[in-house]
T-cell receptor, first 108, second 116 residues
Framework: RKEVEQDPGPFNVPEGATVAFNCTYSNSASQSFFWYRQDCRKEPKLLMSVYSSGNEDGRFTAQLNRASQYISLLIRDSKLSDSATYLCVARNDYKLSFGAGTTVTVRA | EPEVTQTPSHQVTQMGQEVILRCVPISNHLYFYWYRQILGQKVEFLVSFYNNEISEKSEIFDDQFSVERPDGSNFTLKIRSTKLEDSAMYFC??????????????FGPGTRLTVT
């Protein structure tokens, strides 16, 4: 079973739209969670950490449900620059386990 | 803003050769990592390093691989006797700590390794 599973998409949305997607993780002992974004052939860039209480960073909102082992990301008022692959990540001690990514394309 | 740097950006080598990939982590960070991403696949953990020793490694990180912090700034990944399947993007990352808010890992731009 994969450690982190994501809907690969693609999610194709117009500028200004709201898009939401999620992932599930298999290891209930995972200690913390993150969303990274990755542009084509570039390094993963940390978008935000995800907390149990839910957290917001500008147009981005992340939620964690430990009982269901489920993490979500919502992007409001999408910009063209939000087009990327979003990676759901779980941390166990020193190791980050990455999902395969959800591709989002924002069109003008 | 401090960042992780990696050299070279692209390395081409012949099967069976040894390569050394170099990284300069963020200066106040204490934990260092190597990940790899084969084209079209997900990012995979290779190894973590703290206090001059390996703290965790994956099944991928076999005897062919080694890591070293040869001085106060560089962190290297050596791959002995490269194989075709070692072709991938190799990312170095660092974090301040593994506790609370400082455990966030920041990635370098990667070295694309091509084994021919």
């Amino acid at each position: 079973r994969k450690e982190v599973e994501q809907d690969p998409g693609p999610f194709n949305v117009p500028e200004g739209a709201t898009v939401a997607f999620n992932c599930t993780y298999s290891n209930s002992a995972s200690q913390s969670f993150f969303w990274y974004r990755q542009d084509c052939r570039k390094e993963p860039k940390l978008l935000m950490s995800v907390y149990s209480s839910g957290n917001e960073d500008g147009r981005f909102t992340a939620q964690l449900n430990r009982a269901s082992q489920y993490i979500s990301l919502l992007i409001r008022d999408s910009k063209l620059s939000d087009s990327a692959t979003y990676l759901c990540v779980a941390r166990n001690d020193y190791k980050l386990s990455f999902g395969a990514g959800t591709t989002v394309t924002v069109r003008a | 803003e401090p960042e992780v740097t990696q050299t070279p950006s692209h390395q081409v080598t012949q099967m069976g050769q040894e390569v050394i990939l170099r990284c300069v982590p963020i200066s106040n960070h204490l934990y260092f990592y190597w990940y790899r991403q084969i084209l079209g696949q997900k990012v995979e953990f290779l190894v973590s390093f703290y206090n001059n020793e390996i703290s965790e490694k994956s099944e991928i990180f076999d005897d062919q691989f080694s890591v070293e912090r040869p001085d106060g700034s560089n962190f290297t990944l050596k791959i002995r006797s490269t194989k075709l399947e070692d072709s991938a993007m190799y990312f170095c990352a660092s974090s301040e700590s593994t506790y609370q808010a400082s455990y966030e890992q920041y990635f370098g731009p990667g070295t694309r390794l091509t084994v021919t």
